[in-house]
């Protein structure tokens, strides 16, 4: 199908389409963090974080990474050690590395001027062409169009048909409010992450509605892959002093691992057998594999090529979301300290 076939997207009917999508944007949207102004810092650190993680998960770090780094100049002068430290827990850790990358690019060679224009913000590491739009509409008013899984989800059912890669991005084009670019972009997210959602779309509640031509699901919308379950098992040896936790012996992920390069974590170890009990077990989960994590009290004499790490550094060190999870329940950190 050629541009300009988009009779179902919908139409002439577009519009009335941006005008209720709109009213319904100002009047219903979630009370987010980053949407407190259009400066592009806070802009950019969020759409990197949102990158394949959910919304909850990002305002839980979000705050804290904005403290730590309130602009893009302490970002760019931070080690990447610290960087990671305070990104640990939201995974996809590449994106904090571009992240830093890209802040050092903003400073050293646009002199702290961060990108006006949706191009230039592609140039920056860890950047595609969802995430510099989405920048450029919402930080500099771009009228520039957006696609993610939620667009193209709310752009397939109002069209009531399944839309090529190139398909949705021309209907998304077509369909933009041009004077309000970042708030439309963020109403089509909006709408497909809490209306018309991936299984029992909300219709009824639905601003679009009467402009929709599937209201509901599109038939044999693609089923989520099931994920997959594995066991693993971690060793845990810590020492305390005047009743306190004191030291943790961890090792470092190589810094050339495909996963997590020079992250800390606990020592990964074989199942001790079918008749030993652990300390305790945690869920984990990772992309579409979750984890049960058994956790047994060892001595590090089997693995001697970690090291002992001071409790009161942990929160400055980058450890993996599991190790911190497994900290916590064992008592050594406490959640407010360490995330």
Same mark, same amino acid.
């Given at each position: 199908m050629q541009r300009g076939h988009h009779q179902n997207v919908p139409g002439k009917r577009a519009p009335v389409f941006r005008l209720r999508l709109l009213a319904w944007y100002d009047a219903h949207a979630r009370d987010l963090p980053w949407r407190k102004n259009r400066d592009p810092y806070p802009v950019w650190v969020s759409e990197i974080m949102l990158q394949q993680t959910r919304v909850a998960a990002v305002i839980q770090h979000?705050?804290?990474?904005?403290?730590?780094?309130?602009?893009?100049?302490?970002?760019?002068?931070?080690?990447q050690s610290s960087v990671l430290a305070v990104w640990s827990g939201l995974g996809y850790y590449r994106r904090a590395r571009m992240l830093h990358a890209a802040a050092k690019m903003i400073v050293r060679e646009l002199h702290g001027k961060f990108p006006q224009t949706s191009g230039d913000w592609r140039e920056l590491p860890g950047i595609g062409r969802y995430t510099c739009a989405a920048i450029a509409s919402i930080a500099c008013d771009e009228p520039i169009a957006v696609v993610d899984g939620n667009v193209e989800r709310v752009l397939s059912r109002v069209s009531?048909?399944?839309?090529?890669?190139?398909?949705?991005?021309?209907?998304?084009?077509?369909?933009?409010?041009?004077?309000?670019?970042?708030?439309? @972009?963020?109403?089509?997210?909006?709408?497909? &992450?809490?209306?018309?959602? /991936? !299984?029992?779309?909300a219709c009824l509640l639905c601003p679009v509605v009467e402009l929709c031509a599937t209201r509901g699901d599109l038939p044999g919308e693609t089923k989520a892959l099931p994920q997959k379950k594995r066991e693993i098992h971690y060793a845990l040896d810590h020492h305390s002093e005047n009743?306190?936790?004191?030291?943790?012996?961890l090792?470092?992920?190589?810094?050339?691992?495909?996963?997590?390069?020079?992250?800390?974590?606990?020592?990964?170890?074989?199942?001790?057998?079918?008749?030993?009990?652990?300390?305790f077990k945690v869920k984990h989960s990772i992309t579409v594999t979750d984890y049960t994590v058994s956790v047994w009290s060892s001595?590090?004499? @089997?693995?001697?090529?970690?090291?002992?790490? &001071?409790?009161?550094?942990? /929160? !400055?060190?980058?450890?993996?979301?599991?190790?911190?999870?497994?900290?916590?329940?064992?008592?050594?950190?406490?959640?407010?300290?360490?995330?």
């Open positions: 979000y705050d804290d990474f904005l403290r730590r780094f309130p602009t893009v100049e302490k970002l760019a002068r931070a080690r009531s048909r399944r839309l090529s890669e190139q398909q949705v991005w021309h209907a998304a084009e077509d369909l933009l409010d041009r004077e309000r670019p970042g708030d439309f @972009n963020q109403a089509m997210m909006e709408l497909g &992450a809490t209306v018309c959602t /991936p !299984k029992a779309p009743g306190r936790p004191a030291r943790v012996f090792l470092q992920r190589p810094r050339d691992a495909s996963l997590m390069p020079g992250m800390w974590e606990l020592p990964e170890i074989s199942s001790p057998g079918d008749h030993a009990k652990p300390l001595s590090p004499s @089997n693995h001697t090529a970690g090291k002992w790490i &001071a409790v009161r550094q942990l /929160p !400055k060190l980058a450890m993996t979301g599991l190790a911190r999870k497994i900290l916590r329940k064992a008592g050594v950190t406490k959640s407010a300290g360490v995330r």
